[in-house]
């Protein structure tokens, strides 16, 4: 008997008909979605607890309402678009791309103080959890940093079209962070503000990064760092960290520069030692990598070679060189970075910049510790060998040393201790200023053109 195609076909069920070939062809349209399911969690590690706040600076007073000049356009960001299965949206300002810098020098010290108010809390909160794990476990490296990119959208079907744009309104949509900046910004970077802040060259970096998960712990991203070896086109094993925590992410769309800020407090762990069935495990992927230029992210594995037994997995490659410049307060980091994502097959190619703000980190952990000492609360004694040295002098002083830092904090009420940390000063000389001033003097941290234009 021959084949007869379904909308061809007689059906004796009266109220159940044969499909027509219209009715088909809508069925397909509604059931065809060529978006990607991307989940960015599977990549990046989150404290239980962890606090994420978007906001903007430099709207009108309410702090709500977008002045007309402020719109959601098209952001160029390839390997976003690929992962969302649509282009991403930007707040951008048309009179800051006219070069209208003069009603920003008028409005640019407000907007500073906002970040302050709307952050300090958050931060607070979340230096009380690092505190928590950091008497636990003496190993805890905890980091406060600062980057620079663009806060970006997506979704834009979940809001009213003819709505009015407000900071309500963009709550309803997903975003990200893209921290990939211009040639032209990374010059002014190098060339302009290193030398204005005081910053000295420290090192180069060239490391390729291997993300491994782990079977045993699915929460765990492996992250081993390696050095690559030419003359026999692979690569050496140096070092096995775990992936940092996020504990606190604050995303600043700044409506009055090019470019967005991102604060980010987050925490690292020691690996425990690793068994030798492990490093067998782990040795055996890097090993079986192969130095190719021509691939994103700079390496390949032949076929079957990127697991290893049914435990280990390779999820992504990271190939990045890393220009580091410090002074006592902070330390610089210019990135060039080559990634490659195996289970997305998406790699990108960015430059980026992240400013570590380390004295405020130093003072923020000392502040806390200082304050349980004064409550009479008791410190693991290994945190005090190994990570923070806290001495009470005859003046009831207490000296503390973290790191290659060193301060005085005097013996004040614990609630003194817990006002503003950040400060902005309203004397700005120079119009992409920032000061970030803890309250006890002895922390400038000074960041300079971090938004000027590109």
Same mark, same amino acid.
């Given at each position: 008997?021959?084949?007869i195609?379904?909308?061809?076909?007689?059906?004796?069920?009266?109220?159940?008909?044969?499909?027509?070939?219209?009715?088909?062809?809508?069925?397909?349209?509604?059931?065809?979605?060529?978006k990607?399911?991307?989940?960015?969690?599977?990549?990046i590690?989150?404290?239980?607890?962890?606090?994420?706040?978007?906001?903007a600076i430099?709207?009108?007073?309410?702090g709500?309402?977008?002045?007309?000049?402020?719109?959601l356009?098209?952001?160029?960001?390839?390997s976003?678009?690929?992962?969302?299965?649509?282009k991403?949206?930007?707040l951008?300002?048309?009179?800051v791309?006219q070069?209208?810098?003069e009603e920003?020098?008028e409005?640019v010290?407000?907007?500073?103080e906002s970040?302050?108010?709307?952050?300090?809390?958050?931060?607070?909160?979340?230096v009380?959890h690092?505190k928590?794990?950091?008497?636990?476990?003496?190993?805890?490296?905890?980091?406060?940093?600062?980057?620079?990119?663009?806060?970006?959208?997506?979704?834009?079907?979940?809001?009213?079209?003819?709505e009015?744009?407000?900071?309500?309104?963009?709550r309803?949509?997903?975003?990200?962070f893209?921290?990939?900046?211009?040639?032209?910004?990374m010059?002014t970077?190098?060339?302009?503000?290193?030398?204005?802040?005081?910053?000295?060259f420290?090192?180069?970096?060239?490391?390729?990064?291997?993300?491994?998960?782990?079977k045993?712990?699915?929460? =765990? $991203? *492996? &992250?081993? %760092?390696?050095?690559?070896?030419?003359? +026999?086109?692979n690569?050496?094993?140096?070092?096995?960290e775990?992936?940092?925590?996020?504990?606190?992410?604050?995303?600043?769309?700044?409506?009055?520069?090019?470019?967005?800020?991102r604060?980010?407090?987050?925490s690292?762990?020691?690996?425990?030692?690793?068994?030798?069935?492990?490093?067998?495990?782990?040795?055996?992927?890097?090993n079986s990598?192969?130095?190719?230029?021509?691939?994103m992210?700079?390496?390949?594995?032949p076929?079957?070679?990127?697991?290893?037994?049914?435990r280990?997995r390779?999820?992504?490659?990271?190939?990045?060189?890393?220009?580091?410049?410090?002074n006592p307060?902070?330390?610089?980091?210019?990135?060039?970075?080559?990634?490659?994502?195996?289970?997305?097959?998406?790699?990108?190619?960015?430059k980026? =910049? $992240? *400013? &570590?703000? %380390?004295?405020?980190?130093?003072?923020l +952990?000392?502040?806390?510790?200082?304050r349980?000492l004064?409550q009479?609360?008791?410190?693991?004694?290994?945190v005090?060998?190994k990570?923070i040295?806290?001495?009470?002098?005859?003046?009831?002083h207490f000296?503390i040393?973290?790191?290659?830092?060193s301060?005085?904090l005097?013996?004040?009420?614990?609630?003194?201790?817990?006002?503003?940390?950040?400060?902005?000063?309203?004397?700005?000389?120079?119009?992409?200023?920032?000061?970030?001033?803890?309250?006890?003097k002895?922390?400038?941290?000074?960041v300079?053109d971090?938004?000027?234009?590109?």
């Amino acid at each position: 008997m021959a084949y007869i195609p379904p909308h061809k076909r007689h059906s004796r069920d009266v109220e159940n008909p044969s499909p027509t070939p219209e009715s088909l062809s809508s069925q397909f349209n509604r059931k065809l979605n060529l978006k990607r399911k991307f989940n960015a969690r599977l990549t990046i590690a989150n404290a239980e607890g962890a606090i994420f706040k978007w906001f903007a600076i430099g709207s009108s007073d309410d702090g709500n309402q977008f002045p007309p000049c402020v719109h959601l356009e098209p952001f160029s960001a390839p390997s976003i678009e690929l992962k969302w299965g649509e282009k991403p949206l930007a707040l951008l300002n048309s009179s800051v791309s006219q070069g209208n810098r003069e009603e920003e020098e008028e409005t640019v010290a407000g907007p500073w103080e906002s970040i302050v108010v709307n952050l300090l809390p958050e931060l607070l909160l979340s230096v009380e959890h690092i505190k928590n794990e950091l008497y636990q476990d003496d190993g805890v490296k905890p980091k406060l940093v600062a980057r620079v990119g663009k806060v970006l959208f997506h979704g834009i079907s979940k809001i009213d079209r003819n709505e009015l744009l407000t900071e309500r309104t963009l709550r309803k949509l997903k975003g990200l962070f893209y921290t990939s900046v211009s040639d032209t910004y990374m010059e002014t970077i190098t060339e302009r503000v290193i030398p204005l802040i005081g910053l000295e060259f420290q090192v180069e970096k060239d490391i390729y990064t291997v993300k491994v998960s782990d079977k045993e712990c699915p929460s =765990v $991203t *492996l &992250s081993c %760092k390696c050095i690559a070896l030419p003359h +026999l086109n692979n690569l050496k094993l140096y070092k096995v960290e775990i992936d940092q925590v996020r504990h606190m992410v604050g995303d600043i769309s700044c409506l009055k520069q090019n470019v967005d800020m991102r604060l980010m407090l987050c925490s690292k762990k020691n690996l425990q030692k690793l068994t030798d069935d492990e490093m067998e495990g782990i040795v055996g992927l890097i090993n079986s990598a192969v130095l190719d230029q021509d691939m994103m992210g700079g390496l390949r594995w032949p076929l079957g070679k990127a697991t290893s037994g049914d435990r280990f997995r390779v999820l992504e490659v990271w190939h990045t060189v890393s220009k580091y410049y410090v002074n006592p307060l902070l330390k610089l980091q210019l990135r060039n970075a080559n990634r490659y994502d195996l289970r997305t097959s998406i790699g990108e190619a960015s430059k980026e =910049v $992240t *400013l &570590s703000l %380390k004295r405020v980190t130093f003072e923020l +952990l000392a502040n806390t510790l200082v304050r349980y000492l004064l409550q009479g609360k008791p410190i693991n004694g290994n945190v005090d060998k190994k990570t923070i040295t806290i001495d009470r002098n005859k003046h009831q002083h207490f000296s503390i040393r973290s790191r290659g830092l060193s301060g005085i904090l005097s013996q004040e009420p614990p609630a003194s201790l817990t006002r503003t940390i950040f400060n902005s000063t309203k004397s700005m000389k120079c119009l992409d200023t920032i000061m970030i001033l803890s309250e006890l003097k002895c922390s400038q941290i000074i960041v300079l053109d971090y938004f000027r234009k590109s």
